[in-house]
């Protein structure tokens, strides 16, 4: 059963047209990251939560928001998209601290953006 | 600012060969993680790395941490088709928080 839920799984914007991303977990961690990743290139963490706490990260440009209204959800809102944000967007979760040896990320499918 | 390295970006083999990934990063660390990513998919742990001489096996996959070297292995054993994949270190310097930096990931293919 998937434990790390994103929605939907192909996006497709116009330029400049808003954008909101899905991700849901069922695990009740209380981490939950979003990457960026382009073709060919690694995952780049945009932010993340731990908790209700916002960690941005220092280069992640202000066009990309995120929202977390409980442990389960959290949103990648795109403010004005350009081509250039074309990619797979990643969310994962974590539990901060766990035992070693349950200390992972748990990733979802990811959400594939196209702009137009 | 943390660097992962891997290399080779690119290996091309075939099935029954054996290879070695190196994962090279610049930062103490005590937690390495390798993925792997099929095309258009997400990413799947393969193996979590904790100490320095862990060694963690699954089937014909074996990756093992240096710490003093700062340098990580995945090890290829016998390769088979179903290996090809790319495959991502990611290192976490934060002490069990999991904000990790990935590596830029070695694309697999096995030839049959």
């Known amino acids: 059963d998937a434990m790390v839920i994103q929605n939907p799984r192909y996006q497709v914007t116009q330029f400049g047209k808003p954008v909101t991303l899905s991700c849901s977990q069922t695990?009740?961690?209380?981490?939950m990251y979003w990457y960026q990743q382009k073709s060919s290139q690694a995952p780049k963490l945009l932010f993340h939560?731990?908790?209700?706490?916002?960690?941005n990260e220092a280069d992640t440009p202000d066009n990309f928001q995120s929202r977390r209204p409980n442990t389960s959800f959290c949103f990648l809102d795109i403010r004005s998209p350009g081509l250039g944000d074309a990619a797979m967007y990643l969310c994962?979760?974590?539990?901060?601290?766990?035992?070693?040896?349950?200390?992972?990320?748990?990733f979802g499918a990811g959400t594939r953006l196209s702009v137009l | 600012e943390l660097k992962v390295e891997q290399n080779p970006l690119f290996l091309s083999m075939q099935e029954g060969k054996n290879y070695t990934i190196y994962c090279n990063y610049s930062?103490?660390?005590?937690?390495l993680y390798w993925y792997r990513q099929d095309p258009g998919k997400s990413l799947e742990s393969l193996f979590v790395?904790?100490?320095?001489?862990a060694v963690k096996q699954e089937g014909r996959l074996m990756a093992s941490l240096d710490t003093k070297a700062r340098l990580s292995t995945l090890h290829i054993t016998a390769a088979v088709h179903d290996l090809s994949a790319t495959y991502f270190c990611?290192?976490?310097?934060?002490?069990?928080?999991?904000?990790?930096?990935f590596g830029i990931g070695t694309k697999l293919q096995v030839i049959p």
């Open positions: 990611a290192v976490d310097p934060s002490g069990g928080y999991q904000k990790v930096t």
């Open positions: 695990l009740n961690h209380n981490v």
């Open positions: 930062t103490t660390s005590d937690r």
């Open positions: 790395l904790l100490s320095n001489g």
């Open positions: 994962a979760t974590s539990r901060a601290f766990e035992t070693l040896a349950k200390n992972i990320q748990y």
């Open positions: 939560y731990y908790d209700k706490d916002f960690n």
